[in-house]
Nanobody, 123 residues
Framework: QVQLVESGGGLVQAGGSLKLSCAASGRTFRNYAMGWFRQAPGKDREFVAHINWSGGSIYYADSVKGRFTISRDNAKNTVYLQMNSLKPEDTAVYYC????????????????WGQGTQVTVSS
């Protein structure tokens, strides 16, 4: 069982930065790959970034590539999402999620989800 709690969201102007954190409970955190997803009002939840258990394999959605960086600290049971050069279209609720197997960009592959943190980017 893994419980996930996101933090770090807020209101930022376009071009600004935010760093999201996702703290996980449970000793098995290091066994899970982690993903960040986001959901804007009226839209489906979409994949943002993924990192495997060791941090050696990372994927990004094309829309955030070059602006966002995912990382993890297994000693702290935490995964991060550094978001730079934010745009109004990045406005959404951001969720972290954990999975053991399956395709990384499918929400159905994930076993555990956090409650989400709101990111709002003003123009």
């Amino acid at each position: 069982q893994v419980q996930l709690v996101e933090s770090g969201g807020g209101l930022v102007q376009a071009g600004g930065s935010l760093k999201l954190s996702c703290a996980a409970s449970g000793r098995t955190f290091r066994n899970y790959a982690m993903g960040w997803f986001r959901q804007a009002p009226g839209k489906d939840r979409e994949f943002v970034a993924h990192i495997n258990w060791s941090g050696g394999s990372i994927y990004y959605a094309d829309s955030v590539k070059g602006r966002f960086t995912i990382s993890r600290d297994n000693a702290k049971n935490t995964v991060y999402l550094q978001m730079n050069s934010l745009k109004p279209e990045d406005t959404a609720v951001y969720y972290c999620a954990a999975h053991y197997s399956g395709t990384y960009y499918y929400t159905a592959s994930y076993d555990y989800w956090g409650q989400g943190t709101q990111v709002t980017v003003s123009s």
